[in-house]
């Protein structure tokens, strides 16, 4: 399925600005929206959702600067980044836009290409920074964040006669291990068990594949969305079993 295009919004009160950067971009492979000022940008934001804001920092009534700043009380850099675009170049100005949250500042005349290069950037930084806040750092997995969220998401597109199951398991015995041997053992013993955990999920070739992700400490949730009850106690058991093995942790079992 090819992913939806990266959605823009171009902020500025010159109807030629705006049409040449809604072409260009739009050109370039982006779904693109314009808002003439700061009211109907703020009205379109708050309504929907975009992935950039290009946003004009002189305008009549509510400048760039003063969206900017409603901008950043309610979304942060990574959840919506935004490059200011003015004629103004000079160094106390920028300095006020990075000050209030700006990503990135473009000075008028546009070159077109570097624009481009720089919105790319700032996407890309974006959507890292959401997904590193949705994984956890030691296994690679999803977090409790991600997990509720696919939750969440499989709860509200149910159909009727659709079954969906969640796998919860916790490891006994995790607290000891770290007194005894250290958080660096508990950390080896966390990373084996989702290493044996995946190779069970992959090897069931269940479609789509069951979502794993660490809910806490040494919990772990499975998440298998359409699967049959059979099917999702069949998993449960290999998962078990998978884990009768014992894990060897610095010479100790």
């Known amino acids: 399925m090819t992913p939806d295009p990266c959605k823009l919004l171009v902020v500025d009160d010159n109807p030629q600005n705006r049409d040449l950067l809604r072409r260009r971009l739009t050109g370039s492979g982006y779904q693109v929206e314009v808002a003439e000022g700061g009211a109907e940008a703020l009205e379109k934001i708050n309504q929907a959702h975009y992935d950039l804001v290009l946003l004009d920092q002189v305008m009549p009534g509510m400048s760039g600067l003063d969206l900017l700043r409603l901008l950043r009380a309610t979304h942060s850099a990574s959840e919506l980044p935004v490059i200011m675009v003015s004629a103004l170049g000079d160094s106390e100005v920028i300095v006020d836009a990075f000050d209030l949250g700006a990503n990135d500042y473009v000075v008028k005349p546009i070159d077109l290409r570097v624009m481009d290069a720089r919105i790319q950037t700032q996407l890309l930084r974006s959507q890292t920074e959401r997904q590193n806040r949705l994984l956890d750092p030691l296994t690679g ?12 998401d499989a709860l509200a597109g149910r159909r009727p006669g659709k079954s969906l199951a969640v796998l919860l398991l916790d490891l006994d015995g995790f607290q000891i291990l770290n007194d005894n041997l250290g958080h660096q053992a508990g950390d080896q013993a966390l990373i084996e068990t989702v290493g044996r955990f ?56």
Not at 141 to 152: C, D, K, P, S
Not at 214 to 234: K, S
Request: charged letters at 15%; glycine letters at 12%.
């Open 141 to 152: 997995i999803g977090n409790r964040a991600m997990f509720l969220g696919h939750l969440g």
């Open 198 to 253: 995946r190779l069970v999920i992959g090897e069931s070739a269940m479609h789509p594949a069951p979502l794993l992700a660490r809910v806490g400490a040494d919990e772990f949730a499975i998440l298998l969305d359409g699967a049959p009850v059979e099917q999702a106690e069949a998993l449960a058991r290999t998962l078990l079993t998978c884990l009768l093995r014992p894990l060897l942790l610095g010479g100790s079992q």
